[in-house]
Nanobody
Framework: QVQVVESGGGLVQAGGSLRLSCAASGFTFSNYAIGWFRQAPGKEREFVAAISTDDTTTYYADSVKGRFTSSRDNAKNTVYLQMDSLKPEDTAVYYC??????????????????WGQGTQVTVSS
């Protein structure tokens, strides 16, 4: 049974940091690129970041570039999203998703194979 579970969300003040985790099971995790997406109230879901299967390539939306960093530990079937210098506009539900065929650059376009349930991030001003 496939499971993708995000954790680490919460409430933080502007300028603060959070680290999200995405733990997966039920498929060969190391064969899948992982993407992070977010959806704010009343807005469309948007691509945030992606990381390649072997942790050598990452790709970020312009809105988070230089502030967010994704990494992965295939031995633990886990991907991380380190979020620094958070802004109120980063407030959203954050989702991770796995794609077995996509490049990191195309993660925002190609429909992932598996989605997590999301974790809420709230940044207060």
């Amino acid at each position: 049974q496939v499971q993708v579970v995000e954790s680490g969300g919460g409430l933080v003040q502007a300028g603060g940091s959070l680290r999200l985790s995405c733990a997966a099971s039920g498929f060969t995790f190391s064969n899948y690129a992982i993407g992070w997406f977010r959806q704010a109230p009343g807005k469309e879901r948007e691509f945030v970041a992606a990381i390649s299967t072997d942790d050598t390539t990452t790709y970020y939306a312009d809105s988070v570039k230089g502030r967010f960093t994704s990494s992965r530990d295939n031995a633990k079937n886990t991907v991380y999203l380190q979020m620094d210098s958070l802004k109120p506009e980063d407030t959203a539900v954050y989702y991770c998703a796995a794609n077995g065929l996509s490049t990191v650059q195309a993660m925002g376009i190609n429909e992932p194979d598996y989605w997590g349930q999301g974790t809420q991030v709230t940044v207060s001003s």
